[in-house]
């Protein structure tokens, strides 16, 4: 009966990172050749996390896709606006630190333009990015991994896959991974703590939502969306290089504290629900 299980769990894990590559392959290929490579590219990877999610729930659970944890309500709705808030204040503490000291400088980027209907896509395009990843990596294989091997089996490789994902980014650099790692920990660490996606998403989100705001890059990537741009006066071990902040100590901390300060933080546990026995699926 136990390797029944194990077996069933296999597949099922199998099956959901099949699908999300298929998907990560193809949906931004063709969103491409419509909408240019931005779109494509955070559109992609939530459409991609929706059809992994979705379609192996439909084949194994028969379940709907909220059970991930993705319902809606009052709570969910006060988890993902806590992990908004806390992140987007912990990136903006982390920037603003060094602009009080004086070893960082707003500069205004030559010949830059502005519009509130380029920062309202921004928001928008950031979303879908972060929900599309926390989806993919806190969703149903996580969370069903989770079950079977337990928490501490599953958060830290499943962080360290997510790390090593980002290697691919723009200036990507070793502490830049570790750093990506650590916020995969503390990701899943919201997961279990809440049982409820929307609160990674929220962290995800509110960090990533934060960075380009001040004009430093994300992960790699120049998204151009103030006409500022930020200045360091501090080493790149620091402030993380062509890489941007996460390449960097800066974060380091930064997401440390912020771990810190989401384990007294008012989650609204909720109840993600695809726990039940393998037998109650085609296994």
């Not at 392959?25 to 929706?50: D, E, H, K, M, Q």
């Not at 992994?52 to 006060?78: C, E, H, K, Y």
Request: positive net charge; proline residues 5%.
């Amino acid at each position: 009966m136990a390797s029944d299980a194990r077996f069933g769990t296999i597949v099922r894990v199998a099956f959901f990172v099949a699908t999300a590559l298929v998907g990560l392959t193809l949906i931004p290929a063709i969103l491409a050749a419509s909408f240019g490579a931005v779109i494509a590219s955070t559109v992609g990877i939530l459409g991609a996390a929706v059809l992994a999610n979705w379609l192996t729930m439909r084949v194994f659970d028969r379940r709907p896709l909220t059970d991930i944890g993705i319902q809606g309500g009052r709570s969910s709705l006060q988890n993902l606006v806590l992990g908004v808030l806390y992140s987007a204040l912990a990136g903006a503490l982390m920037l603003a630190a060094p602009l009080a000291a004086g070893s960082g400088h707003l500069e205004i980027r030559p010949h830059a333009s502005f519009s509130w209907s380029a920062v309202g896509l921004y928001f928008l395009l950031l979303f879908c990015g972060a929900a599309g990843e926390e989806m993919m990596f806190r969703g149903y294989a996580f969370q069903l991994l989770v079950e079977k091997i337990g928490p501490f089996a599953t958060v830290l490789p499943v962080a360290v896959i997510f790390g090593f994902a980002h290697l691919g980014n723009p200036h990507a650099s070793a502490l830049g991974v570790v750093n990506t790692i650590i916020w995969g920990i503390l990701l899943g660490y919201a997961f279990l703590r809440s049982r409820d996606l929307w609160l990674p998403v929220g962290l995800h989100y509110g960090w990533n939502a934060i960075l380009p705001l001040f004009g430093v890059n994300l992960s790699g990537l120049t998204i151009d969306v103030t006409r500022y741009i930020y200045r360091w006066d501090l080493s790149p071990l620091w402030s993380g290089g062509a890489y941007g902040p996460e390449g960097g100590l800066l974060t380091t901390l930064a997401v440390i504290a912020l771990f810190y300060a989401l384990t007294r933080a008012p989650v609204r546990p909720q109840y993600a629900a695809i726990s039940q026995s393998l037998n109650d699926g085609l296994f």
